[in-house]
Structures are given as structure tokens and as C-alpha cells.
């Protein structure tokens, strides 16, 4: 599993005109999920997302999480994260996950990013056509890779 992360200062998801998901300062998690990927990757990420000190403390140090912050989540499906560019100029999205293993798992981050936060998490809207609209600040930007570990 495979997660952009981007320090916001507000994002949002439309879906054929209709917000579906909506922050104020948080995160915005574009996720994707990768053949083989598990729920112990969903579990491990998502802890990881809510758990990272990316947010400026008092003395402006990345000293705290969106947990401490009391930051919003929202979570945008991306299977083009998974893309391979090894061949040619066009990608290739074999190692993405079809969308009955990638929809469970999706979700498990969802529900394990909720439950690390302890609120409620937005979210985008799977397999559709999303516009996302997002204020970065800083800017700060992180990539993870569950595989990987980091």
C-alpha cells in the first residue's frame, strides 16, 4: 500500500458536483492499493499516517500529528500510485489491486485511521472520477510505502 500524504491547510472531493469529503487543517492521504497489499498494511499505514509529527508545535518544530492537532483525514483512492514507468512512457497499472481486493482495503484504512484518530475520517469516493481541490501548507509532502516500511 502505497500513500501521498499532504499537510493542508483545507482539501476537499467533489463527485459529479457533490462534496463528498471536506477538511479543514489535516492531511490528505491519496492512497493506493497494491496486489498482495493486507489488512496489516492498512493497519500499519494508517497508524502511521495519524501517528507522523508533521504539524509545527509552539516553537515551530514538526513536533506533533494530526491526532494532536486535532486535524481532519481525508482519504482519496489512487490506483495510480502504483504505477510502473520501468517500460516506455506509458504506465503500467498491472500491480495495482482489482477493485474487490482494493475496495476491503481502502476501507480497512479508513476504518483503522478513524479509530487511531478517533474521529470520524473524510473520504472521496472509490473508482469514481473525483476532483480534489486542496491548500498545501508549507508545503509538506511525504510519501509511504507499507512494503517498505517507511
Known amino acids: 500500500m502505497r500513500a501521498v500524504l499532504q499537510r493542508v491547510s483545507s482539501a476537499r472531493v467533489t463527485v459529479a458536483g457533490e462534496i463528498t469529503g471536506e477538511i ?3 492531511l490528505l492521504v491519496l492512497l493506493g492499493v497494491q496486489t498482495g497489499d493486507t489488512d496489516d498494511d492498512a493497519r500499519w499505514l494508517a497508524e502511521k499516517t495519524v501517528a507522523l509529527r508533521i504539524f509545527e508545535d509552539a516553537g515551530g518544530k514538526l513536533n ?7 486535524g481532519g483525514l481525508l482519504v482519496v483512492s489512487q490506483f495510480t ?3 510502473s514507468t520501468r517500460k ?3 504506465p503500467s497499472f498491472n500491480d495495482a489491486a482489482r477493485p474487490d481486493v482494493a475496495i476491503p482495503l481502502y476501507e480497512a ?3 483503522h485511521a478513524s479509530a487511531a484518530l478517533g ?4 473520504t472521496g469516493r472509490f473508482g469514481e472520477m473525483m476532483q480534489v ?3 498545501n501548507s508549507g508545503p509538506v509532502t511525504l510519501i ?6 517507511e
Open 109 to 111: 484504512f479508513v476504518r
Open 24 to 26: 479543514g487543517p489535516g
Open 64 to 70: 506533533l500529528s494530526v491526532a494532536d492537532t486535532g
Open 81 to 83: 500510485l502504483i504505477a
Open 119 to 122: 474521529r470520524p475520517v473524510a
Open 144 to 149: 509511504l510505502d507499507s512494503r517498505l516500511r
Open 133 to 135: 481541490a486542496l491548500v
Open 88 to 90: 516506455g512512457t506509458r
